[in-house]
């Protein structure tokens, strides 16, 4: 790495420490106060602040006071442009939902709400991806991902948000740390465990394909979700997003034991316990899961299989 | 470019990209129109050529230059412009490289940055038309110049996702409107420098006005030109008579008049006389050293020379506008005291021509016992002697004294004075020409006097004893049934301006001069004598280095403040929509019962506690909440719901408990 680029690196990284002492851990909604908004001039400011300076040599030099009106109104333009950028970020409330749970070695994806009870629209505000904007009262989703190694419960780090609105000269940003996590399952074994217990009762009538049909619970929001899906006023409730699930099919039952696979180091266990649980679930079984000293169903439908998932998950950590 | 940004920018919709390339375009055209009075055709070119290239890529995939050809391309206009401005700097030239510069990035702008890069330059080029002619109309005109450049930088500043030309036209005018009072500010208390800090070529063209010789022929072509030569502003009642006096030619020879390069050692003496006369000039840039005032100027402004024959000039040619106040004593005498020696200057004739003026000069001299007989009897000949005022006169060549007054009799006022003077000469009385402007328009809005190109003139002033110098202008004694009609005629349109007869066109044109001249006495003028002066009445000595570092911070701590204090106050106009604000004014009217909302508590929630302490509210709160919900969450809520909600809200009215 060059020096500079790890000079930048240092200095980054006493300013992100110095605000962490600064604001500590958010509880969640989080109200963005201009306090904790923090703005620099871009590449682009810089060039403008330059430009500026040259304009306002060349007019003094020429003693030119239209030349220097133009320069003073630009200078006020630069100004204006700072404080509209942090008024951009201003008075947003940043709900951090819980990221839906993923298998380990995949990216969680936690939906940020972003809303604000009035003010102004809100142009082209970056979390992680391209720039969404916030309407007056109507919230946006801004997805942090956070890639994961390892199972268990994964805290969301500090992320920040931040925009160029209105001209590029300046960028805001908010730094957010907060106590939100997702939870990463055990990732499933590459094949159907050979040495897994055999099913008690191998029926399968038909995939557990999820449906318009039948109302059949709530789930954490994902990406990709229908938005017509969202339980809305849930979200008014403060529970955070979650989609309706409709579904159709019936049951058939299988059983799962950790101790059956005691010879296995606990993660490769665990990783093809996932594999059978998700096969099962697949098939459309009913099936239970023992962990130790607990057990799990027999049950079917996602909502045993995400229990049995994030049991595993959280299993000996 | 790096990889990231060549990434990011290629998923650019085309509608993106050409709103983008548009709106831009929109922007260096409006800063390129002031721009052609004083950029060269080649350039002007070379751009449009440039403009409808990147048009035809934009919009028929015509394949743009690659890297080497630009290169080229660069290089051919960087010689160009050397060769035909023989320079790179100053305004002139400087405005030519941003032009060609502009022409040279639009071509190779596709990312964000490069949009940026353009329309700063079209921010120079904006600059460089300010440099070359800063005017009233030019600064009318750059204020929507510089909002659409505004536009095209939020535009381009929103990235690939483009923003509708409305909305970004309505930010850039919220960007505008408070700089203007900081650009105020700033024009008012940023410390002004006399003088230019660095030398670089002048940004004014050739010289106009009234010049150092008076060859036959020069005033002339000055009587048609509408140019304002200098506005006047009287603190009091104008005087009668206004010769505005300028260069004073002392030496004739080969029928040229020229300033002559004898003078004499001492400042002649000034015996005031008669009431003052206080006036303000603004006088327009001519690139000479002249500063016109009434005669007998008894104050001047620093930085100003009285001269030996009671002219005003400046040490260094004038450049930019320039006002100055003078007070002259009209009545007053001046050079008194000169002595023959002195004078000698003033007699001077070249050793032989014109040997029928000389002769009837001599006889005068013989047979008139006083100078002011003889200056009756010359200005007699012009009166009686069938002469004509024309501004077309046959050309005189060899000897042409003799020939314009015994052969050709026509002419203008610079025949008159020439060959007054000589007469006068030839008769042993001292005399020489004054040039300079005679008379104005007065403008009856402000009161000010438009002195035009139109109004030069030449006269002469004629030495006699006991009264100093004493002006005498032969022109004026000829019956105006001898002005020819085409002189009189051009005259009055240029001594006008362009109005003419046209009452309308003459009312507007007052309106415009008065504009102007407010504009460059209020903001042009504004220098380091007027910031000092107008320091002073405030009661700070702005020359020091600690007032003016306070003043700048002071400045700084205000401008911030009001700005920021501008968008606070915006975000809290704007603080909701309807539904939001309705909502509030629901949960003021419940916090003046003591039911507070909590700052993060969601509207359900709230409802739900109201509903446990307050149930006789139940049924309203739900209902409100319910239409509340229903507006902000659902995806197409009926249109009466917004309705239902103000009526209910309107109408809610929590009881105190007690």
């Known amino acids: 790495m060059s020096r500079p680029a790890a000079a930048q690196r240092w200095l980054r990284g006493r300013a992100i420490a110095w605000a962490a002492r600064r604001q500590g851990v958010d509880p969640v909604p989080v109200m963005l106060h201009r306090r904790r908004i923090y703005i620099l001039p871009t590449g682009q400011g810089m060039l403008y602040g330059l430009s500026v300076l040259a304009m306002l040599l060349a007019s003094l030099n020429y003693n030119n006071n239209l030349g220097l009106l133009l320069t003073f109104l630009l200078a006020g333009i630069g100004v204006a442009a700072m404080y509209r950028c942090q008024h951009n970020l201003a008075g947003l409330v940043v709900h951090v939902q819980p990221a839906p749970p993923v298998f380990a070695g995949e990216t969680l994806q936690f939906p940020v709400l972003l809303h604000h009870d009035g003010g102004q629209y809100r142009f082209a505000i970056s979390g992680a991806a391209k720039p969404v904007d916030v309407p007056v009262g109507r919230g946006t989703i801004v997805p942090i991902a956070q890639p994961t190694r390892r199972r268990g419960r994964q805290p969301l780090k500090r992320f920040s948000l931040s925009t160029t609105f209105p001209l590029g000269l300046f960028r805001a940003w908010v730094w957010i740390e907060t106590d939100v996590a997702g939870l990463a399952w055990p990732r499933p074994a590459a094949m159907p465990a050979a040495s897994a217990p055999a099913p008690a009762q191998g029926v399968t009538a038909g995939a557990n394909v999820a449906g318009d049909d039948d109302f059949a619970g709530l789930r954490a929001w994902r990406e990709g979700d229908s938005i017509r899906h969202v339980d809305w006023h849930a979200v008014a409730r403060g529970r955070g997003l979650l989609t309706k699930q409709f579904s159709a099919g019936p049951p058939s039952l299988e059983f799962y034991d950790l101790a059956a696979l005691g010879g296995l180091p606990i993660e490769q266990a665990l990783s093809r316990l996932a594999r059978s649980v998700l096969n099962a679930d697949a098939a459309g079984s009913t099936y239970g899961l023992r962990l130790g000293d607990r057990t799990f169903g027999p049950d079917s439908g996602a909502a045993h299989r995400e229990r049995c998932l994030s049991a595993m998950a959280l299993f000996q950590v | ?658």
């Not at chain 2, 998923?11 to 548009?22: D, F, N, W």
């Not at chain 2, 929509?577 to 509030?584: C, D, F, I, S």
Request: proline letters at 7%; glycine letters at 8%.
């Open chain 2, 1 to 658: 470019m790096t990889a990231k940004a060549l990434v990011s920018e290629e998923i650019v919709a085309p509608g993106v990209a050409r709103q983008r390339l548009l709106w831009s375009l929109a922007a260096l055209l409006a800063m390129l129109v002031p721009a052609l009075s004083h950029t060269r055709p080649w350039a002007m070119a070379l751009i449009a050529a440039l403009i409808f290239w990147r048009l035809g890529y934009a919009y028929f995939r015509l394949p743009l230059p690659g890297r080497l050809p630009r290169g080229v391309l660069t290089l051919a206009a960087l010689v160009a412009i050397w060769l035909t401005y023989g320079t790179l700097l100053g305004v002139v030239a400087g405005s030519a490289l941003l032009i060609v510069m502009a022409g040279l990035k639009l071509i190779e702008s596709h990312t964000r940055r490069d949009y940026f890069l353009l329309l700063v330059i079209t921010l120079f080029i904006g600059l460089a038309d300010f440099l070359y002619a800063p005017r009233v109309g030019l600064a009318a005109y750059m204020l929507p110049a510089l909002w659409l450049t505004l536009t095209a930088l939020v535009i381009v500043g929103h990235g690939e996702r483009g923003m509708a030309a409305r909305q970004a036209g309505r930010i850039a005018a919220s960007l505008l409107l408070p700089a203007v009072p900081v650009a105020a500010l700033l024009f008012f208390i940023f410390p002004r420098i006399a003088g230019p800090v660095w030398h670089l070529p002048s940004s004014g063209g050739a010289a106009t006005g009234i010049g150092d010789s008076m060859a036959p022929g020069s005033i002339s072509k000055l009587a048609i030109s509408s140019r304002v030569a200098f506005r006047v502003h009287f603190d009091g009642p104008p005087p009668a008579h206004r010769y505005w006096r300028g260069p004073v030619l002392h030496h004739f020879s080969h029928g040229v008049w020229t300033r002559g390069n004898t003078a004499i050692t001492s400042l002649p003496q000034v015996q005031l006389r008669g009431a003052p006369v206080q006036y303000t000039i603004t006088l327009e840039p001519d690139n000479h050293r002249w500063l016109y005032a009434l005669a007998a100027p008894a104050t001047w402004p620093d930085g100003a020379v009285l001269a030996d024959d009671y002219t005003l000039y400046t040490e260094k040619p004038i450049r930019e506008r320039r006002q100055y106040t003078v007070i002259s004593y009209p009545r007053a005498y001046y050079g008194l005291d000169l002595n023959s020696a002195n004078l000698q200057r003033d007699l001077q004739l070249p050793p032989g021509g014109n040997p029928r003026t000389r002769l009837l000069a001599a006889r005068w001299q013989h047979n008139l016992s006083t100078p002011q007989e003889i200056i009756q009897k010359a200005l007699n000949l012009f009166r009686d002697g069938d002469f004509y005022y024309t501004l077309k006169p046959p050309p005189l060549g060899k000897n042409g004294i003799d020939r314009f007054l015994f052969e050709t009799r026509r002419g203008f006022c610079g025949h008159y004075a020439s060959a007054f003077a000589f007469l006068m000469r030839a008769a042993g009385i001292p005399a020489h020409v004054v040039t300079g402007y005679a008379g104005g328009e007065r403008n009856p809005i402000d009161d000010y006097w438009t002195v035009r190109d139109a109004r030069a003139h030449a006269w002469d002033e004629v030495w006699l004893k006991g009264e100093g110098w004493v002006r005498v202008d032969p022109t004026a004694v000829l019956p105006p049934s001898r002005i020819s009609p085409d002189a009189a005629a051009a005259i009055r349109a240029a001594s006008a301006g362009t109005a003419g007869n046209n009452q309308w066109l003459r009312q507007f044109n007052y309106a415009w001069e008065a504009a102007n001249t407010f504009w460059n006495r209020w903001v042009m003028s504004y220098g380091p004598n007027l910031q000092k002066a107008a320091f002073a009445r405030l009661g700070v000595d702005y020359g020091s280095w600690m007032s003016i570092a306070m003043t700048m911070l002071a400045a700084f701590v205000l401008i911030f403040a009001t700005v920021g204090a501008w968008f606070a106050w915006r975000a809290w106009f704007n603080r909701g929509e309807p539904v939001v604000r309705l909502y509030a004014q629901f949960c003021r009217k419940l916090s003046r019962v003591g039911l507070h909302r909590g700052r993060t508590e969601g509207p359900l929630d709230f409802a739900a506690r109201i509903v446990q302490d307050r149930p006789d509210c139940a049924s309203t709160v739900n209902a409100i909440t319910g239409h509340y919900v229903a507006l902000r969450y659902e995806p197409n809520p009926p249109r009466e719901t917004l309705r239902k909600l103000a009526t209910a809200i309107a109408n809610f009215q929590p009881e105190r408990r007690i």
